[in-house]
C-alpha cells in the first residue's frame, strides 16, 4: 500500500484535535469534576461519556481477539463510512470503488462528500472479479469498498478475490462484515496484522440485537483508527449506549443462542419460500435475510403490506428485478409471512 501519509488529506494529516475536558486527565482516579462546565445534579446522566470508550472497547477486544487500540466505535456503522471519505478522500479529485449491487450508504456518503463512486456489477451468481475491480481502478483512487456477506445478495464474495484485492490495491480496502456472525467463513479481523490497508467494520445492529443504540465497530491497524479518532465529534458514543452495550457483552452467550436460533429459523423460512407459487428463485445466504426472485414484486409487497408484514422490495437495485429481500424473524413472525403469501394469488 501507499504511506497512509499520502492516502490521508493533508488538513487531515496535519489537523490538532479537539481535546474534551474528559481526554485531559488520564491515569487517575477522580471523584470531584470541576473542568467540564457540567450540572452537578442529575447523575450519572449529567456527566460526558468517556470520549474513547475504554472499558466498552476492553470488552470488545476481549471478545473479538484484538487489540483496544485497532477498534474504533462509531454512531452506527455510518459514521464510520462517513469518516473515511473525510479523513482520505479529496472532494472533488480523489474516487472510491464498489461492487453492485451492495449497501447504499457507501455511495450516499460519496455523493455527501463530493467523491466520484465508481461502482462494479457482480456476475449472475453475485460474486465479484478482484481484476475487473481493480481495472477500475486509477491513481486517485483511495477506497474499495467490499461488504461479505453482501447486501443485499446475501451471500459471501470469495475469500480469494477479496485477498487479491487487499495484497494488489494501493489504496484502502473497507471490508463491511456486517453479517460475519451468520456465515461459516472467518472473519478477516485475524488477519489485521498481516494487512496495514485493511478496515473491517462490523455492528451491534444484528446479531447483537441492538439496532436501536446505533453502536458501530471499525478495526483497523492502530496509525487508521488514531486518524478516525482524530475526526470524530468529541463524545460520538453516548453513555446509554456504552452502558447497553456492555450489559450485552456480559452475557455473550445470550448473543451466540440467538445467533443459533437465527440460522435454524433461515434454513426453515427459505425451504418454506421456496415451495411458494410466488417464489421464482431463492439465493444463496450466508446472512439473517434472504433474497428471492417472485413472480412481481412490487405485487407482493404491496399486498403484504396491506396484511401488516413488511419485506424490502428491492426490485430497482441492479442485478435485482423483481427481488425481494426478507429479513429471518421468530418462527411465529416468519410462520405469519408464509400463510400470508400462500394466499396471495
Given at each position: ?37 457540567e ?25 473479538k ?128 496484522d498481516k ?45 446509554l ?7 450485552t ?71 435485482c ?12 413472525e ?12
Open positions: 500500500m501507499k504511506a497512509l501519509k499520502e492516502l490521508t488529506r493533508p488538513n487531515i494529516w496535519d489537523l490538532k484535535p479537539y481535546s474534551s475536558a474528559r481526554d485531559e486527565y488520564k491515569g487517575v482516579e477522580a471523584s470531584v469534576f470541576l473542568d467540564a462546565n450540572n452537578p445534579y442529575n447523575g450519572p446522566h449529567n456527566r460526558y461519556p468517556d470520549p474513547m470508550q475504554r472499558d466498552l472497547k476492553e470488552m470488545i477486544a476481549s471478545i481477539k484484538v487489540k483496544p487500540e485497532n477498534i474504533f466505535l462509531g454512531n452506527g456503522s455510518d459514521e464510520a463510512i462517513d469518516l473515511v471519505y473525510r479523513a482520505f478522500c479529496e472532494p472533488a479529485i480523489d474516487n472510491v470503488v464498489a461492487i453492485d449491487p451492495t449497501y447504499g450508504m457507501y455511495k450516499v456518503c460519496a455523493d455527501v462528500n463530493n467523491v466520484d463512486y465508481r461502482n462494479v456489477l457482480l456476475d449472475d451468481d453475485y460474486q465479484f472479479s478482484a481484476d475487473k475491480l481493480l481495472a477500475s481502478t486509477d491513481e486517485n483512487t483511495k477506497l474499495i469498498f467490499l461488504c461479505s456477506p453482501n447486501n443485499p445478495t446475501g451471500n459471501d464474495l470469495l475469500h480469494s478475490e477479496i485477498e487479491k484485492v487487499i495484497n494488489d490495491f494501493e489504496g484502502l480496502v473497507i471490508l463491511d462484515e456486517a453479517y460475519n456472525d451468520f456465515s461459516d467463513r472467518p472473519s478477516f479481523l485475524s488477519e489485521l494487512y496495514p490497508n485493511l478496515i473491517v467494520f462490523q455492528t451491534f445492529s444484528k446479531a447483537m440485537g441492538c439496532a436501536a443504540i446505533r453502536l458501530g465497530m471499525a478495526f483497523a491497524s492502530r496509525q487508521i483508527i488514531d486518524i478516525l479518532s482524530k475526526i470524530k465529534y468529541p463524545y460520538n458514543v453516548n453513555l449506549t456504552q452502558q447497553q452495550a456492555m450489559n457483552l456480559k452475557n455473550y452467550s445470550q448473543v451466540e443462542a440467538w445467533v443459533n436460533m437465527l440460522l435454524e429459523e433461515r434454513a426453515y423460512l427459505v425451504k418454506a419460500f421456496a415451495a411458494l407459487p410466488c417464489t421464482e428463485k431463492i439465493y444463496p445466504t450466508d446472512a439473517n435475510f434472504f433474497l428471492a426472485k417472485v413472480t412481481d414484486a412490487k405485487a407482493i409487497y404491496s399486498y403484504l403490506v396491506t396484511k401488516g408484514i413488511i419485506v424490502r422490495n428491492r426490485t430497482s437495485i441492479a442485478l428485478k423483481d427481488c425481494l429481500r426478507v429479513t429471518v424473524g421468530t418462527r411465529q416468519n410462520d405469519q409471512l408464509i400463510e400470508a403469501l400462500k394466499q396471495y394469488k
